[in-house]
């Protein structure tokens, strides 16, 4: 499977962070995929292609074009696409894979989780979306979701929509065997108290 995955592109976060990052890119290639992802040397990003170059996997990288600041794009990545802009980017992303991992991140991270989340929701894939919650850094984002069904702003079924994991391989093991299902749009709408 081409697997994308999301992540924070600091340099400034806890080491732990990065060797989970470094450990879930070699995992991929340990399992036969091959890594998509926004094309990012440092973070959380460059740590998931790491992992994955040293396994000698295949990394799809997508940057746009203005990203061209020394030092910010990856420099072993066996395909380097450029789009235009940030948009084209998550498309291609999106395009390319065949599932979704999200690693800690900052407002990037969330923004791609949450567009996939809703392209997800609106019936326009039916792809795995797994979030790897390293150090209970998801914790607080999946408690306001519960918060959001709690007061009748979201469907209780969008919880369902993508799955959170504290283990690397229960998370692969999820993404390879995930059993697509059909999403009924009306359901989804359907908020009731």
Do not use: W
């Not at 969330?110 to 979306?129: C, D, G, N, S």
């Not at 995930?178 to 749009?185: K, L, M, N, V, W």
């Amino acid at each position: 499977m081409n697997i994308c995955v999301y992540g924070a592109s600091s340099n400034s976060i806890a080491p732990e962070f990065i060797a989970a990052g470094e450990e879930i890119g070699k995992k991929l290639v340990e399992r036969g995929h091959s890594l998509v992802y926004g094309a990012g040397g440092g973070g959380m990003m460059g740590a998931a292609a790491r992992g994955v170059y040293a396994e000698r996997g295949h990394i799809i990288g997508i940057a746009p074009k203005f990203f061209d600041v020394d030092g910010v794009l990856f420099e072993h990545c066996d395909e380097l696409i450029r789009p235009d802009t940030m948009r084209q980017r998550k498309q291609m992303m999106e395009e390319r894979s065949d599932a979704f991992i999200v690693l800690p991140g900052g407002i990037g991270t969330y923004e791609e989780f949450f567009e996939i989340l809703t392209l997800k929701q609106l019936a326009r894939h039916k792809k795995p979306i797994a979030i790897y919650n390293i150090r209970g850094y998801f914790d607080p984002m999946q408690s306001m979701m519960e918060a959001t069904v709690a007061q009748y702003f979201m469907n209780e079924a969008t919880l369902r929509l993508y799955k959170t994991f504290d283990n690397a391989d229960a998370l692969l093991d999820y993404l390879e065997n995930y059993q697509t299902e059909e999403i009924d749009i009306r359901k989804m709408k359907d908020i009731k108290k």
